[in-house]
């Protein structure tokens, strides 16, 4: 499971959430062998008043939170934390100073999903990889 935040400046974030979404997306599936078909994203549009950051950024700053199972490698993290600079700069136009991303982890056992704990899921894909 991965459920995935997106925070930015209104004006800024939403004419690239599309392509920002596809991005992030491929980034997962690849470096987590996640399921192609499994796509959770919540795209917070900010007030530039209510969105605070350093000088050094512009105002493509964007925050990526990513909440998952317990379970992956530091080496997928990592892969993972790379590809999305890397197609972010590419694909969207972001630079990667412009980007910043947090990977959450928890136990399966702290999700519900579906009516169940997620522990007790069938789940299609691996987590540990």
Known sequence: MAQIKIY???ERLNPV?????DTIHSCVVEAFQYPVDKR??????MERENFVYPQDRSDAYTIIEISIFEGRSVEAKKELIRLLF???????GIKPNDVEITIFETPKHNWGIRGLPGDEL???YRVNV
């Open 8 to 10: 930015g400046i209104r």
């Open 17 to 21: 959430k599309q392509k920002l979404s």
């Open 40 to 45: 959770f994203h919540r795209f917070i549009p």
């Open 86 to 92: 890397k197609r972010i700069e590419q694909q969207v």
């Open 122 to 124: 069938q789940l299609s």
